[in-house]
T-cell receptor, first 111, second 112 residues
Framework: KQEVTQIPAALSVPEGENLVLNCSFT??????LQWFRQDPGKGLTSLLL?????REQTSGRLNASLDKSSGRSTLYIAASQPGDSATYLC??????????FGAGTRLFVKA | KAGVTQTPRYLIKTRGQQVTLSCSPI?????VSWYQQTPGQGLQFLFE???????NKGNFPGRFSGRQFSNSRSEMNVSTLELGDSALYLC???????????FGSGTRLTVV
């Protein structure tokens, strides 16, 4: 059974700091992995989608990596800003038409 | 390009009532998935539809049901509402397994 863990559960950093959010999973048989951000009470906004055959994806200040052999993905945020404050979730799209989400990392960037 | 549209945005219902939520996917997306999000349980998978067929179902009681129409719009229904059904209900659409999800803004259901 696929399990997804996100560490840390919460993180508080000063503005301008580079940071890494972690997502680990137990079964490497995935189609792809997707990172989302969620603002309080809102829907999920897609940040990056990494296909199973890819190692990383980049968008602006965000870089996501995928290492299936170790069951790990990281989301790197460069030069963090207060507007980056949100909950970040990773989601694994697996066979069986089902997607499994991690519990998320709540990020707070202090001005 | 229009995103995923969920209606209504907010609902207040009384215990024992039933409710229907609607989701219009991005044009061309035939897969629609539904999730329940609560502070204590996080995102819980409800069901997934593709071309009017339910392909997978999460671990929820039979009071939760859904359907998808020929235009890919989907509805979910919750009957005999309980206080614990209060949650944010999120809908996501996808073009297929390799394309990831796009989420709607959600419907906030409060059961009193």
């Amino acid at each position: 059974k696929q399990e997804v863990t996100q560490i840390p559960a919460a993180l508080s950093v000063p503005e301008g700091e580079n940071l890494v959010l972690n997502c680990s999973f137990t079964d490497s048989a995935i189609y792809n992995l997707q990172w989302f951000r969620q603002d309080p009470g809102k829907g999920l906004t897609s940040l990056l989608l990494i296909q199973s055959s890819q190692r990383e994806q980049t968008s602006g200040r965000l870089n996501a990596s995928l290492d299936k052999s170790s069951g790990r993905s990281t989301l790197y945020i460069a030069a963090s800003q207060p507007g980056d404050s949100a909950t970040y979730l990773c989601a694994l799209h697996t066979g069986g038409f089902k997607t499994i989400f991690g519990a998320g990392t709540r990020l707070f960037v202090k001005a | 390009k229009a995103g995923v549209t969920q209606t209504p945005r907010y609902l207040i219902k009384t215990r024992g009532q039933q409710v229907t939520l609607s989701c219009s996917p991005i044009s061309g997306h035939r897969s629609v998935s539904w999730y329940q999000q609560t502070p204590g349980q996080g995102l819980q998978f409800l069901f997934e539809y593709f071309s009017e067929t339910q392909r997978n179902k999460g671990n929820f009681p039979g009071r939760f049901s859904g359907r998808q129409f020929s235009n890919s719009r989907s509805e979910m229904n919750v009957s005999t509402l309980e206080l614990g059904d209060s949650a944010l209900y999120l809908c996501a659409s996808s073009f297929g397994n390799n394309y990831g999800y796009t989420f709607g803004s959600g419907t906030r259901l409060t059961v009193v």
